[in-house]
């Protein structure tokens, strides 16, 4: 994993986690580590969907959930609905 070593446009460092954004020319690159002896990648098309993939990682990985292992390919459609979840206000007090 040649890429591992480019420099990060995002760095992830949780305890149990350890995660960058890296650019390769041609996809966004997100890949982290269990800390352990697990690691993953997945190649991204534009640079807001890997910052997604990583937010969305962060949230899982703190809050004990398991949406960051959903598969890539279906990962665009499943974060537009978390994340308009996620940013969605209550109402103002009336």
Known sequence: MDYVQAPAIATLTLPQTHAQVIATGEHFI????????KDWAEAHHDLGT???RLAVLHHCVTNGEGFAHTDPADFAAAA?????????????AS
């Not at 997100?30 to 002896?37: E, K, V």
């Not at 978390?82 to 103002?92: E, G, K, M, R, W």
């Open 50 to 52: 890997a910052l997604s």
């Open 30 to 37: 997100l890949w982290w580590t269990d800390c352990g002896a």
């Open 80 to 92: 537009a609905a978390f994340l308009a979840s996620a940013i969605t206000q209550p109402a103002p």
